[in-house]
């Protein structure tokens, strides 16, 4: 069964980067569509980017358009959200999940499936 594990969290400033990972073990990612969701307290679990597998095509929310740039590291088997000029309201906790299959790469979350447990990002002065 996918397990996938999310890394790379942490404390920024406003304005500042991160750089978040999605691993698996015994899975090659690259076969599997994934996507990046955030949910900060008080709200609903929201689609943040997607990546299809094999051609890699992206869709991104455009709360984090321009900002925000998914890709894939092959060689370290890895799906990466590179996040800049960070704000205060992209705080919050951040997963990665596999597109189901047949499913096509979008930002609803029913879509997708095997979850990690995330990982907590805080933008603060």
């Known amino acids: 069964?996918?397990?996938?594990?999310?890394?790379?969290?942490?404390?920024?400033?406003?304005?500042?980067?991160?750089?978040?990972?999605?691993?698996?073990?015994?899975?090659?990612?690259?076969?599997?569509?994934?996507?990046?969701?955030?949910?900060?307290?008080?709200?609903?679990?929201?689609?943040?980017?997607?990546?299809?597998?094999?051609?890699?095509?992206?869709?991104?929310?455009?709360?984090v358009e321009g900002r925000f740039t998914i890709s894939r590291d092959n060689a370290k088997n890895t799906v990466n959200l590179q996040m800049n000029s960070l704000k205060p309201e992209d705080t919050a906790v951040y997963y990665c999940a596999a597109l189901r299959l047949f499913s096509r790469c979008g930002l609803s979350p029913s879509d997708f499936e095997s979850w990690g447990q995330g990982t907590q990002v805080t933008v603060s002065s």
Request: a positive charge; one cysteine or more.
């Open 1 to 63: 069964q996918l397990q996938l594990v999310e890394s790379g969290g942490g404390l920024v400033h406003p304005g500042g980067s991160l750089r978040l990972s999605c691993s698996a073990s015994g899975f090659t990612l690259n076969s599997y569509g994934i996507g990046w969701f955030r949910q900060a307290p008080g709200k609903e679990r929201e689609g943040v980017s997607c990546i299809s597998r094999s051609v890699g095509s992206t869709k991104y929310a455009d709360s």
